[in-house]
Every structure is written in C-alpha cells, then in structure tokens.
C-alpha cells in the first residue's frame, strides 16, 4: 500500500453530548476515492507493529 500524502485536520465534537467525533475528509481523499454526497463509508481499524492503520472502503446498504 502506498501513501498518497498527508493533510493534517481538526476533531470536534458531533454535539456537546456525544462520545462520536468528526473531521473533515481531505479534498484529495474525496478526489482519490471519487466520493460524492451520500456515500456510505465502512471502516475498519487495525493496529500493525505499533502502527494503527485505517482502512475505509466505499460500501452499499443501508
């Protein structure tokens, strides 16, 4: 797997009471991936030799 580049993005708070946070997908991730609104998105974490590694796949469904 290769890495495309790095953007750095800010993680705020879905509401004040939510454990769930949020951030900005990067231009060229939404460019990359060709996501447009409404695309579901399932993600997947994995930890390798001290590395977390996020994979996120485009997906069908409800």
Do not use: F, N, Q, Y
Not at 14 to 29: E, F, K, N, Y
Not at 55 to 61: A, I, K, L, M, Q
């Amino acid at each position: 797997m290769a890495r495309i580049e790095g953007t750095v993005t800010a993680v705020t708070p879905v509401r004040p009471d939510a454990d769930s946070l949020r951030t900005t997908i990067p231009a060229w991730v939404v460019k990359h991936m060709k996501l447009t609104k409404g695309d579901r998105l399932d993600w997947t974490l994995d930890k390798k030799g001290g590395v977390w590694i996020v994979r996120v796949d485009r997906t069908e469904g409800a």
